[in-house]
């Protein structure tokens, strides 16, 4: 079972249960599952006690399962090797962000346009975690409570421009926050995978595989990095975090296709077009 948002026959962004085969809607009281997210959960029992007449997934346009509130963070340099093959040294930094704009996130499947200003457009296959009830310094042993469920995701960088960027001790984000730079996959609740802290995570590109590694293999897990970034801001329902990259990052060309997955979490799909 999965929450996802499709466009209805008139182009609305509505809310669903997805079963694998059929869509399930939410009742027009529930407009969003930003909303749904922000229910007490006997108010999202109610609301899943209240969904409409199935009809067939298949050939139905779905949408970013999020829209977040607030904002897209990433952790950067979160797998030893990927910071090795990056040049830094892993054992001497503290865990460090940036963000993307909220509306880079591309919707699963979707194609995604070569980006302009760029020869060098790099793949990080990321798991994304979704805050589901906000707050500020959080501390780790509740920050769980605190995450909604997970998506696999892509962190697709412009890596000429980010290096660039790096050098000269300017800012990053037009080598990472450009149109469509945040490929997500179907969001799981936790309510129904837990949180997970181990297994596999792997990208192949066109069926072969480019990154491989273990989510055990986080320098910061995941209640590390929302007790450490709740402190720098406020997190609010619906943002959402991509936790970092293994090793094995390169570049991809148009036509490539992208499909990574987490272990009990799902998977992503992408076209370079
Ligand atoms: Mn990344």
Known sequence: MRYVMYSDDAGTPRPAVHDGTSLHPFAD?????????????????TALGRLGTAFP?????????????????CVGRNYAAHAREMGSDPDREPPFFFAKPADALLWDGADMPYPTMTSDLHHEMELVAAIG??????????????????????????????????????????????????????????????????GLIELKVNGRVRQTSDLAMMIWSVPETIAYLSRLV???????????TPEGVAAVQKGDLLEGTVAGVGSVRTKIA
Do not use: C
């Open 234 to 244: 406020a997190l609010a329902p619906g943002d959402l975090i991509f936790t970092g």
């Open 133 to 198: 009830t906000g707050g500020s310094d959080i501390s780790e042993s509740v920050a769980l409570s605190h995450v909604w469920g997970y998506a696999a995701g892509l962190d697709m960088t412009r890596r000429d421009l980010q290096g660039a960027a790096k050098k000269e001790g300017k800012p990053w984000d037009m080598g990472k926050g450009f149109d469509h730079s945040a490929p997500i996959g179907l969001m799981v609740p936790a309510s129904a995978v837990g949180h997970p802290a181990h």
């Open 29 to 45: 009281d529930v407009p969003s599952l930003d909303a749904f997210v922000k229910m007490t959960p006997a108010e999202r029992e």
């Open 57 to 73: 997934a298949a050939g139905v346009k779905l949408l970013s399962p999020l829209r977040p509130s607030k904002n897209v963070f």
